[in-house]
């Protein structure tokens, strides 16, 4: 039986824990408060302590690294958390799943693919291309195995808030018949990955028995905002709209809100288009993406309020 240790359980992480349980598989949870899920064993650990990682990973086959510091904390705490990983991942001989996104690619010409240079000068991006480009060095030293699933801005039931751009802010508005507020132009194609696809997408990788050392893309379907309205309208009969967050109203939150100022630097991915191509992932992971009515269903679904009783 395959033993894991995930650290992170958030919508991510949780649910590759459910994914790996459900086939039969040890999963060790880690995380700083010891967060539970049924079917995985809670462990509390500091993801950026190689001792606590170390610890938690011994007997491990695979650690997945699926914890994602606030965007405001990115360049202080992901360094730290790429050292712990790398040095816990030698020293227990764990391979390691980096659960990874598409900043590092910086503005794209075209779709992304698996082998796209990492061009970015946008500081997130600059973050991850760097923490990347040490765990390669480490696989490329021979001391550890190691891959990168990349997956675009995710979507699922659950997710909430304005970071996932296709969460609880855009959906709960629409299904009120009300205006969902959104980051870029929201008639321009976009890639949206579905969280089972993620967590899909992480098992085949770390189930690999190719080379490693390479980054893989989870596949993902690519939908305009004011299209994913009008199938929303029409399949649940609402009267929703969706309209852009003006660049100047963006640009003076970022300049008093740091969360904003980090959403407003990235921002150019809604501003473009903005497209993954997955094809060589699906052909050597064979993955598949969820089709698009049934994600957007189940999605929309977790969303709308159970009718009330007269």
Wanted: glycine share 10%; with cysteine.
């Amino acid at each position: 039986m395959a033993s894991h240790l995930i650290l992170g359980a958030g919508l991510v992480g949780g649910t590759l824990a459910r994914q790996l349980s459900a086939r039969g598989d040890q999963v060790t949870l880690g995380t700083r408060s010891g967060t539970t899920i049924p079917g995985a064993t809670p462990v509390k650990l500091d993801a950026s302590s190689p001792a606590d990682v170390t610890e938690a990973a011994r007997g491990a086959t695979t650690i997945f690294v699926c914890t994602n510091p606030p965007y405001t904390n990115w360049v202080a705490d992901w360094p730290p958390i790429f050292d712990a990983v790398i040095t816990a991942a030698r020293d227990s001989g764990a391979a390691l799943v980096l659960m990874g996104n598409l900043y590092a690619y910086g503005p794209p010409a075209g779709p992304m693919t698996e082998h796209s240079r990492l061009a970015t000068t946008e500081k997130k991006g600059l973050v991850r291309k760097a923490g990347w480009e040490k765990v390669l060095a480490a696989h490329e030293r021979g001391e550890i195995r190691a891959v990168e699933v990349r997956a675009s801005d995710y979507f699922g039931p659950g997710a909430a808030g304005m970071s996932t751009h296709l969460g609880g802010g855009f959906f709960e508005p629409l299904l009120a018949s009300k205006t969902a507020r959104v980051v870029g132009n929201p008639a321009l194609e976009h890639s949206w990955s579905f969280l089972p696809d993620i967590a899909a997408t992480l098992i085949a990788a770390a189930d690999h028995a190719g080379d490693w050392g390479r980054a893989w893309h989870v596949p993902s379907a690519s939908v305009p905002r004011t299209e994913i309205v009008r199938q929303v309208n029409e399949r649940w009969g609402v009267n929703g709209r969706v309209a852009s967050i003006p660049q100047w109203l963006l640009l003076g939150l970022g300049a008093v809100v740091p969360m904003m100022r980090e959403i407003s630097a990235s921002s150019y991915q809604f501003t473009m288009p903005f497209v993954i191509e997955s094809t060589e992932t699906q052909k050597m992971l064979a993955v598949t993406a969820t089709p698009w009515d049934e994600a957007l269903g189940a999605t929309v679904d977790s969303y709308r309020k159970p009718p009330t009783s007269s």
